[in-house]
Nanobody
Framework: QVQLTESGGGLVQTGDSLTLSCAAS????????MGWFRQGPGKEREFVAFLASNGHIASYGDSLKDRFTVSRDNAKNMLYLQMNNLKPEDTGVYYC?????????????????WGQGTQVNVSS
Protein backbone atom coordinates (compact mmCIF):
# COMPACT_ATOMS: atom_id res chain seq x y z
CA GLN A 1 0.00 0.00 0.00
CA VAL A 2 1.31 3.42 -0.98
CA GLN A 3 -0.19 6.78 -0.11
CA LEU A 4 0.67 9.77 -2.25
CA THR A 5 0.39 13.42 -1.24
CA GLU A 6 1.03 16.22 -3.70
CA SER A 7 2.00 19.76 -2.76
CA GLY A 8 3.44 22.90 -4.28
CA GLY A 9 0.58 24.07 -6.44
CA GLY A 10 -0.64 27.63 -6.54
CA LEU A 11 -1.38 30.68 -8.65
CA VAL A 12 1.43 31.89 -10.86
CA GLN A 13 1.82 34.11 -13.90
CA THR A 14 2.74 33.18 -17.44
CA GLY A 15 6.45 32.53 -17.67
CA ASP A 16 6.88 31.67 -13.99
CA SER A 17 8.32 28.45 -12.61
CA LEU A 18 6.86 26.08 -10.06
CA THR A 19 8.02 22.86 -8.46
CA LEU A 20 5.50 20.24 -7.41
CA SER A 21 6.29 17.59 -4.84
CA CYS A 22 4.77 14.20 -4.17
CA ALA A 23 5.42 12.45 -0.89
CA ALA A 24 5.03 8.68 -0.96
CA SER A 25 4.45 6.69 2.19
CA UNK A 26 5.28 3.04 2.69
CA UNK A 27 8.51 1.11 3.09
CA UNK A 28 8.56 0.00 -0.55
CA UNK A 29 7.59 3.33 -2.09
CA UNK A 30 11.01 3.70 -3.72
CA UNK A 31 10.40 0.53 -5.74
CA UNK A 32 7.42 2.00 -7.58
CA UNK A 33 7.49 3.63 -10.97
CA MET A 34 6.01 7.11 -10.71
CA GLY A 35 4.09 9.41 -12.98
CA TRP A 36 2.60 12.89 -13.13
CA PHE A 37 -0.73 13.58 -14.79
CA ARG A 38 -2.86 16.69 -14.99
CA GLN A 39 -6.48 17.49 -15.64
CA GLY A 40 -7.48 20.88 -16.94
CA PRO A 41 -10.98 22.34 -16.71
CA GLY A 42 -13.33 20.29 -18.86
CA LYS A 43 -10.52 18.07 -20.08
CA GLU A 44 -9.53 14.46 -19.65
CA ARG A 45 -6.62 13.49 -17.45
CA GLU A 46 -3.42 13.99 -19.42
CA PHE A 47 0.00 12.37 -19.11
CA VAL A 48 2.73 14.77 -18.04
CA ALA A 49 5.82 12.78 -17.04
CA PHE A 50 7.07 9.38 -15.96
CA LEU A 51 10.12 8.30 -14.00
CA ALA A 52 11.13 4.70 -13.43
CA SER A 53 11.85 3.43 -9.93
CA ASN A 54 15.60 3.60 -10.51
CA GLY A 55 15.37 7.20 -11.66
CA HIS A 56 17.14 6.51 -14.94
CA ILE A 57 14.24 6.19 -17.39
CA ALA A 58 12.03 9.22 -17.95
CA SER A 59 9.44 10.24 -20.48
CA TYR A 60 7.25 13.29 -20.98
CA GLY A 61 4.01 14.28 -22.55
CA ASP A 62 3.99 15.89 -25.97
CA SER A 63 5.83 19.23 -26.06
CA LEU A 64 6.49 19.24 -22.30
CA LYS A 65 10.03 17.90 -22.25
CA ASP A 66 11.58 21.28 -22.98
CA ARG A 67 9.83 22.94 -20.01
CA PHE A 68 9.21 20.19 -17.43
CA THR A 69 11.68 18.01 -15.54
CA VAL A 70 10.74 15.04 -13.38
CA SER A 71 13.03 13.78 -10.62
CA ARG A 72 12.89 11.69 -7.49
CA ASP A 73 14.71 11.22 -4.23
CA ASN A 74 14.24 7.63 -3.21
CA ALA A 75 15.94 8.16 0.14
CA LYS A 76 13.16 10.60 1.01
CA ASN A 77 10.37 8.82 -0.93
CA MET A 78 9.77 12.02 -2.89
CA LEU A 79 8.86 12.74 -6.50
CA TYR A 80 9.22 16.20 -8.03
CA LEU A 81 8.08 18.05 -11.11
CA GLN A 82 9.97 21.18 -12.03
CA MET A 83 7.87 23.31 -14.38
CA ASN A 84 9.39 26.28 -16.19
CA ASN A 85 7.96 28.94 -18.49
CA LEU A 86 4.43 28.11 -17.44
CA LYS A 87 1.56 28.88 -19.77
CA PRO A 88 -2.18 29.30 -19.14
CA GLU A 89 -2.79 25.93 -20.81
CA ASP A 90 -0.77 24.31 -18.01
CA THR A 91 -3.59 25.16 -15.61
CA GLY A 92 -5.17 22.15 -13.95
CA VAL A 93 -5.02 19.69 -11.11
CA TYR A 94 -1.74 17.81 -11.05
CA TYR A 95 -1.71 14.24 -9.77
CA CYS A 96 1.12 11.90 -8.97
CA UNK A 97 0.67 8.19 -9.45
CA UNK A 98 2.58 5.03 -8.57
CA UNK A 99 2.65 1.59 -10.10
CA UNK A 100 4.75 -1.55 -10.14
CA UNK A 101 4.18 -2.74 -13.70
CA UNK A 102 4.07 0.40 -15.81
CA UNK A 103 4.60 -0.63 -19.44
CA UNK A 104 2.68 2.23 -21.01
CA UNK A 105 3.46 5.30 -18.86
CA UNK A 106 0.93 7.46 -20.69
CA UNK A 107 -1.96 5.25 -19.68
CA UNK A 108 -3.72 5.96 -16.38
CA UNK A 109 -4.70 2.33 -15.88
CA UNK A 110 -1.03 1.35 -15.53
CA UNK A 111 -0.87 2.94 -12.09
CA UNK A 112 -2.08 1.42 -8.85
CA UNK A 113 -2.13 4.44 -6.55
CA TRP A 114 -3.06 8.09 -6.99
CA GLY A 115 -2.77 11.21 -4.91
CA GLN A 116 -5.54 13.74 -4.35
CA GLY A 117 -3.93 16.31 -6.60
CA THR A 118 -2.64 19.86 -6.28
CA GLN A 119 -4.12 22.80 -8.18
CA VAL A 120 -1.96 24.87 -10.51
CA ASN A 121 -3.38 28.06 -11.97
CA VAL A 122 -1.41 30.03 -14.54
CA SER A 123 -2.73 33.50 -15.25
CA SER A 124 -2.12 35.27 -18.55
Amino acid sequence: QVQLTESGGGLVQTGDSLTLSCAASGRTASTYHMGWFRQGPGKEREFVAFLASNGHIASYGDSLKDRFTVSRDNAKNMLYLQMNNLKPEDTGVYYCAAGTGVWIPQSTDQYDYWGQGTQVNVSS
